[in-house]
């Protein structure tokens, strides 16, 4: 039975691993994080904003979620955990699971391996814009910066908006509604979900900072003034560090940064956060695209006011260097190319790759790999023709190249895996660089530039069937995703039946579980009946 509380965390040692539990109740608060208007916020256990799990490599984390709200079915996703070995507790429903409906409990359970600055969001409806989401900071007593750092902070950076989002999607993928076909904008840019949020600091000390851009849709600059920062790690993966005096972030992506305190300090000092208005088609009036966190010393003196930053001076991310100077892949055995794209299809205003906007299978793609006929496993067509399922085999060094058709960048996230940034060509920062022959950094989210091409390379090494789309809330809504369907052969080799609890879901809804993306478990080929409608 789900205990009622407000956070659930209990630690219980056991010669396997640790278990760090939650439990949370989901459900619908009203909340006001901008001063400038109520509205209802997607909370857990009635506490907004939500809670920030934690946990240290090796852990066994469960999360049990149970769903209240009325009129909402949802789904969990750890955004940048690699799940392996646990890909139906990856979350996105319709992919590898199905989503949990109301009034149902449901446990995500999986062994953590993966040590850094993480987030949690839903992957249903764009739920994390109505609030669900929260920060998932993994502890490591390996870490080589572990005796460099007295403590600990968090700043999430996050867009707000006024309206829920399912009204704010309908009249973005109407033409009737948005002939433009222009994203909506927020209201304000928040820091830790609030507008006047402070970071305790103790003079002279450093502090490991995990800054995260939870935004739907808005990029991020950031600033310490008067204090450098040193980045030490990017979704995950450790840097050599860099030192900086501001960061662009754009949604999806976190770093990791050193910050040390002065000395003997005079005052609080200001953290402005501004918004990349320049990646708007639009700028409303009633946009605050400001904010300014505080540096907070000591709390007898003044708060500081915004000030201006006349030049955030970013680093290019694709300069940055892994820790461990992994080399960069060589010999790709299998290439994806993929064009980005937005045009018009079903009615709507939609996104996609290479010409298909991603429509959810009746059958979730992980459940197909599990039952399908051996010799058809590979064969793209069972899962689906609105899917834009790739089938990758186990060991392949995979190449992406990713070409931008639109004006506007995109920051892509890949599901399972950190990647290596091979090159770019009309970047963020309006060069061509190549690290083919060098040490590229690795993330799991980066910038698609407008008009540009970014290639990537990773080991096929994590069976799974994982998400690839870009991270503005709005572009995944229009259909901005492809399949990566990834060794199916070892997937239903080691993934003998579908988690038990999670079938039951299924059915409760009336989704089935075997055949293909038609639900068709007869005549693998043949998919008449196939999700053709958003």
């Not at 969001?121 to 460099?148: C, E, F, T």
Request: proline share 7%; hydrophobic share 40%.
């Amino acid at each position: 039975m789900l205990l009622r509380i407000s956070i659930l965390l209990l630690y219980i040692t056991l010669a396997s691993a640790r278990k760090v539990l939650y439990g949370w109740n989901i459900g619908w608060m009203n909340a006001n994080p901008d001063g400038r208007r109520e509205r209802p916020v997607m909370a857990v256990n009635g506490q907004w904003p939500p809670p920030i799990i934690r946990a240290t490599v090796g852990d066994d984390l469960l999360v049990t979620v149970h769903n209240n709200p009325p009129n909402e079915t949802t789904s969990l996703h750890f955004h940048g955990l690699h799940q392996e070995g646990s890909n139906q507790m990856d979350g996105p429903p319709h992919v590898v699971a199905c989503p949990v409906p109301i009034g149902t409990s449901y446990t995500y359970r999986f062994r953590v391996k993966e040590a850094g600055t993480f987030w949690w969001h839903w992957h249903s409806n764009g739920q994390y814009m109505d609030g669900l989401r929260g920060a998932l900071v993994i502890s490591d007593p390996r870490s080589p910066y572990q005796d460099k750092c007295d403590s600990e902070l968090v700043m999430s950076l996050s867009d707000w908006y006024h309206d829920l989002q399912a009204q704010l999607a309908a009249c973005y993928l109407s033409p009737d509604c948005n002939p433009s076909g222009a994203e909506p904008v927020s209201y304000s840019a928040l820091v830790n979900d609030n507008s006047d949020t402070s970071l305790r600091v103790r003079p002279g000390e450093t502090y490991f900072v995990h800054v995260i851009n939870m935004a739907a849709f808005a990029q991020m600059y950031i600033n310490f003034e008067d204090h450098n920062v040193t980045i030490i790690e990017v979704d995950g993966v450790y840097t050599q560090p860099r030192t900086v005096s501001s960061l662009y972030v754009a949604t999806g992506r976190r770093y990791g940064v050193l910050l040390t305190a002065k000395p003997d300090p005079n005052k609080n000092y200001a953290i402005p956060v501004a918004m990349d208005v320049d990646a708007f088609d639009n700028v409303p009036n009633y946009l605050r695209p400001n904010t300014t966190a505080t540096l907070m010393y000591d709390t007898s003196k003044p708060v500081p006011r915004e000030i201006t930053v006349p030049f955030f001076d970013v680093i290019d991310d694709i300069t940055l260097e892994p820790w461990d100077r992994q080399v960069a892949l060589q010999q790709p055995k299998t290439r994806i190319e993929l064009n980005l794209e937005l045009f018009p299809a079903f009615g709507q205003n939609r996104a996609g790759f290479n010409g298909v906007s991603y429509l959810s299978p009746l059958v979730p793609t992980l459940y197909t790999v599990v039952s399908a006929p051996i010799p058809l496993l590979s064969d793209t067509r069972i899962y689906g023709d609105y899917t834009n399922a790739f089938v990758i085999d186990y060991g392949d060094v995979v190449e992406i190249t990713i070409h931008n058709t639109d004006d506007g960048q995109h920051p892509l996230h890949i599901h399972g895996h950190q990647v290596q940034l091979i090159s770019r060509v009309l970047g963020l920062f309006n060069n061509g660089l190549s690290h083919a022959g060098q040490t590229p950094i690795r993330r799991d989210t980066w910038t698609l530039a407008g008009q540009g091409t970014t290639v990537i390379r990773f080991v096929a090494d994590n069976p799974g069937v994982w998400h690839f789309h870009c991270h503005m809330e709005w572009h995944l809504a229009a259909g901005l995703a492809i399949t990566l369907v990834e060794a199916p052969k070892l997937i239903q080799a080691k993934q003998k039946e579908i988690d038990a609890n999670m079938e039951s879901i299924c059915q409760s809804q009336g989704i089935v579980t075997t055949g293909n993306a038609a639900g068709n478990a007869k005549d693998w080929l043949n998919l008449v009946g196939q999700r053709s409608n958003p």
